[in-house]
């Protein structure tokens, strides 16, 4: 089982047990690999290089947009899953360091915090990430 997937198990088991410490540490690292899975958005209208959204090939302005897809919406995708892209997988390395940096990032902020409840819940969050990554 991967440790996205014992993430997964375990954010069901802590919210069935209404665990809120265990249930923010675990969608917070779940979160955390979603994001990194995350393809960057393709070349083209509104993507990096491309024309933005009140811009086409001639320019900005009503007269440079080119419609695609809706008439109701310039240079949208049609049908569903269309403007869909698939999500890039991780390798079981790549989850660890994640959420490796996940954990440090909580005891960080607890040792900044200093002595107190804030830090104490940093520190069990930090403990539950711990103990489902295996180490």
């Known amino acids: ?25 675990l969608r917070s690292a779940l979160a955390a690999l979603d994001n990194a899975g995350a ?6 209208p509104g993507g990096p290089g491309g024309p933005g959204p009140a811009e086409g090939p001639g320019g900005p302005g009503p007269a440079g947009l080119v419609p ?21 997988s991780l390798t079981e ?5 994640i959420v490796r940096a996940e954990i440090a990032e909580r005891l960080e902020a607890a ?12 520190r069990a969050e ?6 489902l990554r295996g180490g």
């Open 1 to 25: 089982m991967s440790l996205s997937d014992r993430l997964r198990t375990a954010l069901r088991d802590s919210m069935r047990a209404r665990d809120r410490v265990a249930t923010a540490a």
């Open 39 to 44: 393809v960057p958005p393709a070349e083209g």
């Open 68 to 88: 695609a897809g809706d008439e109701h919406f310039a240079g949208s995708a049609v049908g569903v899953g269309a403007a869909e892209v698939q999500r890039r």
């Open 93 to 97: 390395a790549e989850q660890d360091a």
């Open 111 to 122: 040792d900044q915090y200093g002595p107190g409840p804030a830090a104490d819940r940093l």
């Open 126 to 131: 930090a403990a539950v990430l711990t103990a």
